[in-house]
């Protein structure tokens, strides 16, 4: 059998505690008729879920026909990027939406520098075709920074929104980071948007998790599950090595410390906020 744990970054495992309650108020409210809010903001340290929270959102609205799902980088043109996979996506399922544009020319877009009207104009029209087919269109957006590519959509974002388009935006990133956006004077309305904190998850959650996965006594499973701090890629770490090794805890903890120091490269910022700290584990 394949190791359900993994030690990658933001990649989905097998065996994961997904964190329903908060999760599921993004859901409830973007699943209302009229929903009281159409913008979330998720935040959290490096490694406390955010990526695997969004997979789960995106998962769930991309298996209903009603939604279209767009996962975009904070690093590239966002405007660009979100004509760029609405034409694709529109020509993948046929909507026939009649832009009279084809995918070369919304890839085309993404590398000039004096088009951002053109641009803007172009996923108006596409949301105003998309709202006419009674479409919706989910914005996720992982590892946000305060750039001009995220300031310029998340301007554009907030005419959307007055304009009663059928569009809904996740955005993740670290808590430093979403401040700063936040403290943007043309973004204000931000301030406005509900916000997502990852805690650490519960070591009872976690203690299970180890128990139906591994077979072990409860005590064996609370002992590993407190080593983790509730702290989701120490779950991981701790559960693959368990898996590789089959070793006690003991012969474990040398390496899931090696790992946690290697894997995170954020690790001396993460053990204060976690309540990390080396010696406990011996």
């Not at 939406?97 to 996923?123: F, P, R, Y």
């Not at 956006?181 to 948007?193: D, G, H, P, V």
């Not at 128990?211 to 609370?222: C, K, Q, T, Y």
């Not at 390496?255 to 204060?272: G, T």
Request: hydrophobic share 40%; net charge negative.
């Amino acid at each position: 059998m394949e190791n359900p744990f993994t030690l990658t970054f933001g990649q989905k495992p097998t065996e994961f505690i997904s964190r329903t309650n908060q999760i599921g108020k993004i859901i409830h409210t973007f699943d209302m008729e009229n929903p009281s809010n159409k913008v979330y903001m998720v935040a959290g340290v490096r490694g406390s879920g955010k990526t695997v929270s969004l997979a789960e959102i995106a998962d769930h609205y991309s298996s209903n026909d009603q939604w279209i799902v767009l996962r975009l980088s904070a690093d590239t043109d966002l405007i660009a990027g979100a004509v760029s996979e609405l034409t694709r996506v529109s020509q993948f399922h046929d909507l026939n939406l009649g832009l009279n544009l084809n995918l070369g020319i919304a890839e085309l877009s993404v590398n000039k520098t004096n088009d951002s009207l053109e641009k803007e104009a172009m996923l108006r029209n596409i949301l105003e075709k998309l709202k006419n087919k009674g479409k919706k269109v989910l914005f996720i957006i992982d590892e946000i920074i305060n750039n001009s590519y995220v300031k310029v959509f998340a301007s554009n974002f907030q005419i959307y929104i007055t304009q009663n388009y059928p569009v809904y935006l996740v955005m993740a990133g670290l808590f430093d980071n979403i401040s700063n956006l936040q403290n943007e004077k043309s973004l204000t309305f931000l301030y406005r948007a509900p916000k997502i904190f990852l805690e650490p998850l519960s070591i009872p959650a976690i203690t299970t998790s180890y128990r139906s996965v591994f077979d072990i006594s409860p005590s064996e499973a609370v002992e590993m599950a407190k080593l983790t701090k509730g702290y989701p890629f120490a779950f991981q770490i701790l559960g693959y090595l368990k898996w590789e090794t089959n070793d006690d805890l003991e012969k474990l903890l040398p390496k899931f410390d090696e790992e946690l120091i290697v894997r995170s490269c954020q690790v001396h910022a993460l053990m204060p906020m976690m309540q990390f700290s080396v010696a406990p584990w011996r």
